[in-house]
């Protein structure tokens, strides 16, 4: 019996195979190549969210100009820290029930996210500026900023969909075909 935190009701005719689940521009790689490559990439920003945030705590002696361009804060961090947690854990087991605890995560995450790239650019905009087109380009690069994230979160998301799509698939083939072979 497979970890399910909701159990849907599809029935699987087929063998689930990983190729038959990709995401674009990536269709050369199934959804899970893809999501292990991606969760890897997520340690890695993780462990540098973790250096910069001790560097905002003074911890490294860092130019702190540097770092007013990251907008994440103590909290976001610990939920993506959680999230990358449940991400390789999602990986390493394959159970399904893992993958529906990141689709909540991943909204709370991309929450958060946003709450501390808003709070950066509503600090930048009480900032007096010297000439008025430094404030209109500080303004289209926050339009610019808000929209990249939110393009990354959603293709984030549609790849979190797609591997949880074939986990599904997979864990449904067998709890299906196990169920049947009880009857003969």
């Known amino acids: 019996m ?11 005719d087929k063998i689930p195979e990983p190729g ?6 990536c269709t050369k790689f199934s959804s899970k190549a893809v999501f292990t490559v ?8 993780t ?8 560097a905002k705590q003074k911890v490294f002696d860092i130019d702190p100009s540097i770092l007013e361009v990251i907008p994440f ?11 990358t947690f449940i991400c390789i854990i999602t990986i390493k087991t394959l159970k399904p029930g893992f993958a529906q605890l ?3 995560v991943t909204v709370i995450l991309v929450v958060f996210c946003l709450f501390d790239l808003f ?14 087109l430094e404030e209109i380009l500080v303004k289209i690069k926050g339009i610019m900023q808000i929209m990249t994230l939110l393009s990354i979160f959603l293709w984030c ?8 799509s074939y986990i599904r698939d997979c864990q449904l083939y067998k709890e299906q075909t196990r169920g049947a072979l009880h009857y003969f």
């Open 20 to 25: 038959d689940y990709r995401i674009q521009p």
């Open 102 to 104: 990141l689709i909540p």
């Open 73 to 83: 804060s103590w909290v976001t961090f610990v939920i993506a820290v959680f999230y």
């Open 38 to 45: 991606i969760t890897f990439l997520y340690v890695l920003l």
């Open 119 to 132: 709070g950066r650019l509503e600090n930048q905009k009480n900032q007096k500026y010297d000439d008025g």
């Open 47 to 54: 462990a540098a969210l973790c250096v910069i945030l001790l």
């Open 2 to 12: 497979g970890f399910w935190l909701m159990k849907p009701n599809k029935t699987i």
């Open 157 to 164: 998301f549609n790849l979190l969909y797609s591997f949880y």
